[in-house]
């Protein structure tokens, strides 16, 4: 026969959800019980169907370092007839966004890389490109939005 959660059941069940593999001793320290009473509740909320099974979220391990940021401002040769430029730099995978500009300048790209010398070589590759005539680099240094 089921029993009706008390309010130590559903923290339990609480901590088992933000943690699954917390040990019985961390939760018996949260929920003021002892280690034994806790694994015997555990397996109560198992039986009972409360808890129906533990499982495992597959995914990346998180990066340890944030990606940096960068735009390149590119300006072609012939605004006119540089379309290849765009379609070489929109094929490169660092590439978040590129945007053909009005006004002073051509192209705005977007990076984004693991390292500075991923950046760079993205700027490499950009800069080489026939049909480019210079390039400005700018580091993003913080992003509020």
Not at 70 to 84: H, Q
């Amino acid at each position: 026969m089921k029993r009706a959660l008390d309010k130590t059941d559903e923290k339990i069940l609480e901590e088992l959800t933000r943690n699954a593999r917390l040990a019985h001793n961390d939760i018996a320290m949260k929920v003021n019980l002892s280690r034994n009473a806790v694994r015997l509740r555990i397996e109560r909320l198992e039986r009972d169907g409360y808890i129906r099974g533990y499982t495992i979220i597959k995914g990346a391990p998180p990066s340890e370092v944030a990606p940096i940021n960068a735009l390149i401002f590119v300006y072609r040769k012939d605004r006119m007839r540089g379309a290849e430029v765009v379609r070489s730099i929109v094929s490169m995978p660092e590439i978040v966004s590129c945007n053909v500009m009005s006004g002073d300048l051509d192209i705005v790209v977007t990076v984004e890389a693991a390292s500075s010398d991923c950046i760079h070589r993205v700027w490499s590759d950009i800069s080489t490109l026939p049909g480019v005539l210079n390039t400005v680099t700018s580091f993003v240094l913080s992003c509020t939005k």
